[in-house]
């Protein structure tokens, strides 16, 4: 079946380091990727996705390419910020007619000043 | 505001007392779902909806119950909790028709159950 591999966390980093979460996935056929942001007391709420092999998913200086021939879908931004502290989920959506979306264990990023 | 509604978000309660936690969506999505998040296993998905009157099982349906009556409404019931269902639960919903290839879920705010 399908699965999504993540780094495991906590990562801790100053403020204005560089960000990379790694993730790889498996999946038969070609499933949509996603990373999905968990704020602190809060739901999940989607980050950026992407639908095909090499299409870059961005959203709020965060970027993740999604590479086919490496399954992965690697998270990174430039410059963290103490506000973008939360907990990171990268996950599959199959594409056949059933829409599960396969969610990796997250990885909690802390951010100081 | 589009959103996913869920009740209660917090609740504590003891082995084998009937539950049901709430949750509605105001998006008209057809797709409806339930997760529970532990500590390192990430969300695992309990059981799904594609429309009205259709449901199936996910990765960890036993001991739960979910209908679909109603588009917007997709209640989990517990019948008889027990303390290894104390977790986050969360509701999902999506417009995204299936095979679409881009299903975006729109999640609740959480209800943090515990069985004591």
């Known amino acids: 079946g399908d699965s999504v591999t993540q780094m495991e966390g906590p990562v801790t980093l100053s403020e204005e380091a560089f960000l990379t979460i790694n993730c790889t996935y498996t999946a038969t056929g070609y499933p949509s990727l996603f990373w999905y942001v968990q704020y602190p007391g809060e739901g999940l709420q989607l980050l950026l996705k992407?639908?095909?092999?090499?299409d870059k998913g961005s959203n709020k200086g965060f970027e993740a390419t999604y590479r086919k021939e490496t399954t992965s879908f690697h998270l990174e931004k430039g410059s963290v910020q103490v506000s973008d502290s939360a907990v990171y989920f990268c996950?599959?959506?199959?594409?056949?007619?059933?829409?599960?979306?396969?969610f990796g264990t997250g990885t909690k990023l802390q951010v100081i000043p | 505001e589009a959103q996913v509604t869920q009740n209660p978000r917090y609740l504590i309660t003891v082995t084998g007392k009937k539950l049901t936690v709430t949750c509605s969506q105001n998006?008209?999505?057809?797709?409806m779902s339930w997760y529970r998040q532990d500590p390192g296993l990430g969300l695992r998905q309990i059981y799904y909806?594609?429309?009205?009157?259709?449901?199936d099982k996910g990765d960890v349906p036993e001991g739960y119950k979910v209908s679909r009556k109603e588009k917007r409404n997709f209640p989990l019931i517990l019948e008889s909790p027990s303390p290894n269902q104390t977790s986050l639960y969360f509701c999902a919903s999506s417009w995204d028709r299936a095979g679409s290839g881009a299903n975006v879920l729109t999640f609740g705010a959480g209800s943090r159950l515990t069985v004591l």
């Open positions: 998006m008209n999505h057809e797709y």
């Open positions: 909806s594609m429309n009205v009157e259709v449901t």
């Open positions: 996950a599959l959506s199959d594409s056949g007619g059933y829409q599960k979306v396969t």
């Open positions: 992407a639908t095909k092999a090499d």
